[in-house]
């Protein structure tokens, strides 16, 4: 089959294998080209939500940037007929195909990580795995999540709280800058979108894995949250999603008492960069951002994206040469240091307004922002030969 990108708003919903192996084989390269101290390195590695984004960096620095076991949990649809795999599936196949020669154990477990079955399955894979974990990375980027203990779906929304909220914004299908109004949310509107991506799941997780003693002496247990700038605060941090951040970033402290109490460990938050993703490019105003945020960096040199964001956690965070792990004044960890820097957003802030439809090219980076989001399935890639015929079963 041969494969072309089909975009439906702010989804591809085709992807292609050979371009999601080609695009996992570069962050390879990447953590084997900045391999993590040996001595400090983690050496099992559980990653909650594996295929795609900051997941899938975290679990390739961990195995080729470490050599640790890793075991990846993830949801993700298989090749069906004349419909290719989702993008994490093929992410997770040539993540598989390309760690198959290293010394390291690597399972998968494909399931609802918010389900208790897919919990057990975990656990018993763990147990089988043959030992317990030094790192957890709770990753995971749902729009919706049923409860295992009221049986309730919940769905998260992206909406401002308080007032109407009106800005710019970019539609990235038809390339044009436009105004947007948002309704403030309602309360069950907030209620939910702190069901699906505050810090109850991570809670669940870790409590589970403590009871059933899988947490190794000083583990670490991650989290990923994101604060983002000031353009975008009334929709994000000060919005739904924000409260949802803020309950999970508050979660950490409690979980670190637990952890410390049982195994001395620590769990944290890392907020890291804005980069392109399945979930940001949904968010109005963050394409936009983000095309304007990769202009700036990218004339500093400060540049990253996740690979290179979580590279730079292991080697300068989590196991660096120091005795504590630097934190800001909520003990999180800031991975987007060099987006937040004042001089970068001063740039963005003065940028903005001068933004509309004839300047989007010339004042930012949206042919950067567009060539990233076909990225993430696989598309738009160097050297991948797109008018292949392709087998959605065995591509490789």
């Not at 983690?42 to 990653?47: A, D, E, G, N, Q």
Request: with cysteine.
């Amino acid at each position: 089959m041969i494969i072309k990108p089909k975009i439906k708003g702010f989804v591809c919903i085709t992807s292609h294998p050979k371009g999601c192996f080609a695009n996992v084989k570069q962050q390879m390269e990447y953590a084997q080209s900045n391999p993590i101290s040996v001595s400090k390195a983690p050496k099992r590695v559980l990653i909650i939500g594996s295929s795609t984004g900051y997941g899938l960096s975290s679990r390739v620095a961990a195995a080729f940037g470490t050599n640790a076991d890793t075991l990846g949990v993830f949801f993700e649809r298989p090749p069906k007929e004349e419909k290719p795999a989702s993008a994490g599936y093929y992410n997770t196949l040539a993540f598989q195909t390309l760690a198959a020669n290293l010394k390291s154990r690597h399972e998968d477990i494909n399931g609802d990580a918010f389900s208790t079955e897919c919990k057990s399955t975990v656990i018993d894979k763990a147990k089988e795995f043959g030992g317990k974990f030094d790192l957890i990375i709770y990753s995971l980027a749902s729009p919706r999540r049923t409860d295992p203990i009221d049986g309730k779906s919940y769905r998260a929304c992206l909406k401002p709280i308080g007032a109407v909220y009106r800005n710019k914004s970019l539609d990235t299908d038809k390339e044009e800058i436009k105004e947007i109004t948002l309704e403030p949310a309602s309360q069950d509107d907030i209620d939910s979108t702190i069901k699906v991506m505050g810090g109850e799941d991570w809670a669940s997780w870790t409590e589970l894995l403590l009871r059933e003693n899988l947490l190794a002496d000083g583990c670490l247990n991650i989290a990923y949250s994101y604060v983002g700038p000031e353009v975008t605060r009334p929709i994000y941090r000060n919005g739904t999603i924000g409260l949802a951040k803020e309950h999970l970033e508050e979660m950490a402290n409690s979980l670190s008492i637990q952890m410390q109490d049982t195994c001395g460990g620590k769990a944290l938050i890392s907020v890291n960069k804005a980069v392109v993703t399945q979930a940001s490019s949904a968010i109005p105003v963050v394409p936009l951002y983000v095309s304007l945020l990769f202009r700036v960096m990218r004339e500093r040199g400060t540049h990253e994206g996740c690979i290179e964001q979580i590279v730079r956690m292991f080697k300068d965070r989590l196991y660096s040469e120091g005795e504590e792990i630097e934190t800001d004044e909520l003990g999180r960890i800031r991975l987007d240091d060099w987006e937040m820097a004042p001089e970068v957003q001063d740039e963005i802030v003065s940028n903005w307004a001068g933004i509309t439809t004839e300047t989007l090219r010339s004042k930012t980076n949206f042919e950067e922002y567009q060539k990233e989001f076909l990225k993430l399935f696989g598309f738009g890639i160097e050297g991948v030969d797109y008018e292949e015929d392709v087998d959605l079963v065995n591509p490789f």
